[in-house]
């Protein structure tokens, strides 16, 4: 994945984004093309993914339609796969069109209810933009796109989590990522009220799968297979620096967007080319060998925290020591999942098998081992 930052600029000032850089770049159109150029010089894949981002990457919305003109003129013979995230703000009826006929899939960044949108999601000219933005979500959702709604979750937000599910569900909106903010921190009685909502929001879950209204809440959905497969309980960081490129407005490539703000981080530039050994160095350097706090936990393998590293360096200053906040949602999440993994199992249905087949498909093309818990489901349905 190859993600091109087109401006550090945004229309929003939310409270709660970690892309704090001390100067503002944009690309030029120059420097776009020479980016692709490096782009498609450096990947050896007939199949090449692209992510459009910012700031706010509609704000350039002139050198997406570029960038994709270029690609098709001159690189017919790849599989181009193209990905964005935006506000939603700035979406238009011409563009929805742009990513019908492109291989797109779009995040939409929206935090759900009016009541939690607004605290945090605010706009630099003051306006709301509200009804707006649900208008061109809607659009998106009604074209046919691929589409995940990210709705951030802060603290002052924990108390309308169910409501913005069930608003959000409501709207038909049915692929949502209720995202933790990564600075997010917990008091006794925030994470008290965090269990609450998490299982309000379980019971809204499985009623709608009983009824036949399956929806995908990824930090539910996306951890199935951690539950079901045997990791061998370890740290397994994910592929940033690797097979996952940031591209900064100037051209310097860094591996993860959780680093982008910081030049330490820079593993090269399309002017010359992405030193691979220096960004596994990079996460190397930050591995803490003497990590007590992951040992003895029970949910590791499940735990999101053993697989993004850079998310836990932001706030440990280690890739493999997660926030202490990161333990606390993730021992909420994980008897959650693992209710709706038995209540799939119990159901002994068609829906099960057509929910939870695709991951035994994917394992058995592996050599990774189920778990107990994985051999009890896979008999069961």
């Known amino acids: 994945m190859y993600t091109i930052y087109l401006t550090t600029e945004c229309n929003f000032c939310c409270s709660y984004c970690y892309e704090d850089y001390a100067k503002r770049s944009e690309l030029t159109e120059e ?20 992510d459009f981002m910012g700031g706010e990457p509609l704000l350039k919305k002139e050198l997406i339609y570029k960038a994709i003109d270029y690609i098709e003129l001159n690189y017919p013979e790849k599989e181009v796969k193209y990905f964005m995230t935006t506000n939603c703000s700035l979406i238009d009826d011409a563009f929805i069109e742009l990513m019908k006929k492109t291989k797109f899939t779009v995040r939409l960044s929206f935090d759900g209810c009016i009541e939690a949108h607004s605290l945090n999601r ?30 951030t979750i802060t603290e002052n937000t924990i108390p309308y989590m169910y409501k913005s599910i069930i608003y959000l569900h409501e709207l038909g909106l049915d692929n949502i990522c209720m995202i933790p903010d990564v600075n997010l921190s917990f008091s006794r009685e925030t994470l008290q009220e965090f269990k609450n909502q998490s299982n309000l929001i379980l019971k809204y879950y499985l009623n709608e799968y009983d009824e036949g209204r399956k929806f995908t809440i990824d930090q539910f959905d996306g951890k199935f297979l951690n539950i079901l497969c045997d990791f061998g309980n370890r740290f397994s960081m994910c592929d940033a620096g690797i097979h996952s490129f940031k591209i900064m407005p100037d051209g310097n490539i860094f591996p993860c967007g959780f680093l982008t703000n910081n030049e330490k981080f820079i593993i090269g530039n399309i002017d010359d080319k992405i030193d691979i ?28 925290g053993m697989k993004c590293g850079y998310m836990n360096y932001i706030r440990t200053g280690s890739i493999n020591i997660p926030a202490d906040s ?29 929910v939870l087949g695709p991951h035994y498909r994917y394992l058995s093309t592996t050599r990774l081992k189920l778990s107990n818990i994985g051999e009890k489901v896979k008999k069961a349905i």
């Open 122 to 151: 605010i706009v630099k000219n003051g306006e709301l933009y509200y009804e707006n933005i649900i208008e061109n979500i809607v659009k998106i959702r009604q074209s046919g796109v691929p589409y995940s709604v990210r709705m």
């Open 31 to 50: 420097k776009l093309i020479k980016t692709i150029k490096f782009i498609f010089k450096h990947s050896s894949s007939n199949k090449v993914l692209i």
């Open 277 to 304: 050994e220096r960004a596994s160095q990079l996460a190397i350097s930050l591995f803490d060998k003497n990590n007590t706090k992951c040992k003895n936990c029970n949910i590791k393998d499940f735990c999101h």
């Open 326 to 354: 990161t333990c606390e949602y993730e021992q909420v999440f994980f008897p959650i999942v693992n209710k709706i993994l038995e209540h799939i199992a119990t159901q002994n249905d068609d829906k099960g098998r057509q």
